[in-house]
């Protein structure tokens, strides 16, 4: 079964997309996809070692390495 126009045209604009994407955008593209744990792990992990709820979490470079930053509430 081939493509249709429209899957054609959203690889495309992904492809696109990605080669706008800076040496940084990369390399913090390649650190989320090998993380050893996903997002929702990060966020269960934070929430049942603190007890706290998650009201927010992100994936970036603190201190040279690419980290899940979950902020919580208590």
């Known amino acids: 079964m081939g493509s249709s126009g429209a899957d054609r045209r959203i690889r495309q604009t992904a492809v696109a997309a990605n080669?706008?994407?800076?040496?940084?955008?990369?390399?913090?593209?390649?650190?989320?996809?090998?993380?050893?744990?996903?997002?929702?792990e990060a966020i269960a992990l934070a929430e049942s070692e603190?007890?706290?709820?998650?009201i927010s979490a992100e994936f970036e470079?603190?201190?040279?390495?690419?980290?899940?930053?979950?902020?919580?509430?208590?």
């Open 19 to 40: 080669d706008m994407w800076s040496v940084d955008d990369h390399a913090e593209h390649e650190a989320f996809i090998n993380a050893a744990v996903s997002l929702s």
């Open 50 to 54: 603190t007890g706290a709820r998650a």
């Open 61 to 74: 470079k603190e201190d040279g390495q690419f980290v899940f930053a979950v902020e919580l509430l208590d």
